[in-house]
Nanobody, 122 residues
Framework: QVQLVESGGGLVQAGGSLRLSCAAS????????MGWFRQAPGKEREFVAI????????YYADSVKDRFTISRDNAKNTVYLQMNTLKPEDTAVYYC???????????????WGQGTQVTVSS
């Protein structure tokens, strides 16, 4: 498994930006699909974005498309989520996850970080 630690969450006003980072250690990070998921209070964990190991394939949830960008630096074992034009409905705990397959299903991800809180005020 890969050990993951997220950072970069916080409180921001609507329309603002945040960049989340996820530092990985353990097994070969560069061979894993990396994903970001989020969970708001009382809701199920939902897919936000994934990027395959090569960076050639990226997928986004419709709710964040054109506002969020996932990227990775395999040399630094780090994946990022740049979040722009944030909305109050983006408020959630954001989780970084790793998978050996290219999937958007949380059940296909076997390594998870502890999560970082993102709060967007209106």
């Amino acid at each position: 498994q890969v050990q993951l630690v997220e950072s970069g969450g916080g409180l921001v006003q609507a329309g603002g930006s945040l960049r989340l980072s996820c530092a990985a250690s353990g097994r070969i990070f560069s061979r894993y699909t990396m994903g970001w998921f989020r969970q708001a209070p009382g809701k199920e964990r939902e897919f936000v974005a994934i990027m395959d190991w090569s960076g050639g394939s990226r997928y986004y949830a419709d709710s964040v498309k054109d506002r969020f960008t996932i990227s990775r630096d395999n040399a630094k074992n780090t994946v990022y989520l740049q979040m722009n034009t944030l909305k109050p409905e983006d408020t959630a705990v954001y989780y970084c996850a790793a998978s050996r397959s290219t999937s958007i299903r949380p059940t296909d991800f076997d390594s998870w970080g502890q999560g970082t809180q993102v709060t967007v005020s209106s």
